[in-house]
């Protein structure tokens, strides 16, 4: 029950909505025949990374959380529903990841931490706080491969969500994500990379793929990497459902041959999470 196949979902998105709903259960279905027991959407997935965009999208997504719902129960897999708009108490919207179980049934929600509100060297100001309300909790799932998490796109920035995972046991991270064509060629590949040797264990980085016609252009490239820090599986720019297989005995056999994580000096340094699980 170690090995596993990750089906990579990256949407081509346009402006209708429910037209990127249909694709992205296509690409779960073509994910699914090429035998991924896992399939993984990307960061907002029916709705192109603009403010505008991602509030007419918010009264779908009742609906597409219950469409992916069936998809899952229809393949029996698990299925990392991206992150889609959920409102909020005050008006605005969580950007929340659901994953589903192979019984259609919720295992887990998380809710993206930190709020790109930054002005990327050659490309507009991104004020994501004006739409979003930042979560408050960082939890795991359990599945027949072990331990996992989701995190949401801008939350791969901070290495100490990932050393609080470490502590939880979790051997395979699923992000979500939206990184544009300025943020993504300078940094997608390398979060990714070095996620996954921090923890030593597998990261799954899945993106919309390139849309030159969006105001927000994504970088596509969804990544699948090693808890050695090498790229299983590069997506390109287009859509695609990219899949591929992993053991997650190798995380294991990794730490055991290189102890990085016994060898924390925890009597000098530790992160640990204050706030709920």
Known sequence: MNTVTIGMCQIGQGYDC????ERS??????????????AVLPEMFFTPYEPPAIKRAAS???????????RAARHGVLIVAGSMPWEAPGGKLYNR???????????HHHDKLHLFDCTPPGGPPVIESETIEPGDSLGTFETPWGTAAAVV?????????????????VRLIFVPAAFS???GPAHWEMLVRVRALELQGFVAGVQPARS???????????????PWGEIILEAGEGETAAVASIDLDRAQAIRDRFPLIEHRRLDLYQTCWKAKP
């Open 18 to 21: 429910a037209q990127n709903l």
């Open 25 to 38: 259960l296509a690409l779960v279905d073509e994910a699914c025949a090429g035998g991924a027991r896992v």
């Open 60 to 70: 779908l997504s009742r609906e597409a959380l219950e469409r992916v719902r069936e």
């Open 97 to 107: 990841s659901w994953v589903i179980g192979p019984n259609g049934e919720v295992v």
């Open 153 to 169: 796109c801008y939350d791969i920035r901070f290495p100490q969500l990932t050393q609080v995972l470490i502590e939880k046991g």
């Open 181 to 183: 064509v300025i943020t």
């Open 212 to 226: 030159p016609s969006l105001r927000y252009a994504p970088h596509g490239h969804s990544l699948l990497a090693s």
